[in-house]
């Protein structure tokens, strides 16, 4: 149960603030997730948006490494909400279904190709220790160039601060969703 009603639509917030649910409403068919935290602060979900759409539509990290990166930052979050709406944007992205449960038992990347394998391994030092070992940064850095890496630190980090949105208010997964370990 969340710990606060989720926002559902204009009806949730102030008159003044319909724009900002219409704004949501063209980035998701519906109001959900951590933007039914947010707007509860409009201005707020009205600044984090748009980054939404730079991750989907502008960010040069491609999405199938952009979604290891998201899936390796929600499982350390523990953010049940986050994963299942992730899994299947990372699947429609290219990521076998193999790797989503490596991320999901919280696996040894050893597995994984070698650039995979450094974004889990980035990601989860990133996460855990809010650091990264020079080596992963590097190799990551020389095959990748500073931009996809600046950007794929923000999207790993964008996706923990959405998971601690919906930690936070403990807002249940969908019950049809790609579910975590208990």
Not at 105 to 122: C, F, M, N, W
Not at 145 to 173: C, H, I, K, R
């Given at each position: 149960?969340?710990?606060?009603?989720?926002?559902?639509?204009?009806?949730?917030?102030?008159?003044?603030?319909?724009?900002?649910?219409?704004?949501?409403?063209?980035?998701?068919?519906?109001?959900?997730?951590?933007?039914?935290?947010?707007?509860?602060?409009?201005?707020?979900?009205?600044?984090?948006?748009?980054?939404?759409?730079?991750?989907?539509?502008?960010?040069v990290v491609e999405p199938k490494l952009?979604?290891?990166?998201?899936?390796?930052?929600?499982?350390?979050?523990?953010?049940?909400?986050?994963?299942?709406?992730?899994?299947?944007?990372?699947?429609?992205?290219?990521?076998?279904?193999a790797t989503i449960d490596l991320l999901?038992?919280?696996?040894?990347?050893?597995?994984?190709?070698?650039?995979?394998?450094?974004?889990?391994?980035?990601?989860?030092?990133?996460?855990?220790?809010?650091?990264?070992?020079q080596g992963v940064q590097d190799r990551?850095?020389?095959?990748?160039?500073?931009?996809?890496?600046?950007?794929?630190?923000?999207?790993?980090?964008?996706?923990?601060?959405?998971?601690?949105?919906?930690?936070?208010?403990?807002?249940?997964?969908?019950?049809?969703?790609?579910?975590?370990?208990?």
């Open positions: 149960m969340p710990r606060i009603p989720p926002v559902s639509g204009k009806n949730d917030v102030p008159t003044q603030y319909h724009g900002i649910v219409d704004e949501v409403l063209k980035v998701f068919p519906q109001v959900r997730g951590p933007f039914s935290i947010m707007l509860h602060s409009p201005e707020l979900a009205h600044r984090v948006l748009p980054l939404v759409t730079f991750f989907r539509e502008d960010s952009r979604s290891h990166a998201i899936l390796a930052a929600v499982r350390e979050k523990e953010a049940a909400y986050v994963w299942s709406a992730q899994v299947g944007a990372a699947r429609r992205a290219g990521v076998p279904d999901r038992a919280k696996g040894d990347p050893a597995s994984l190709p070698q650039d995979e394998r450094d974004i889990v391994t980035y990601t989860r030092q990133l996460i855990r220790t809010n650091r990264t070992d990551l850095k020389e095959r990748h160039g500073v931009q996809w890496l600046v950007e794929l630190t923000a999207a790993a980090n964008y996706f923990a601060f959405l998971s601690g949105m919906v930690n936070a208010f403990d807002l249940p997964a969908p019950p049809d969703g790609d579910k975590l370990p208990s």
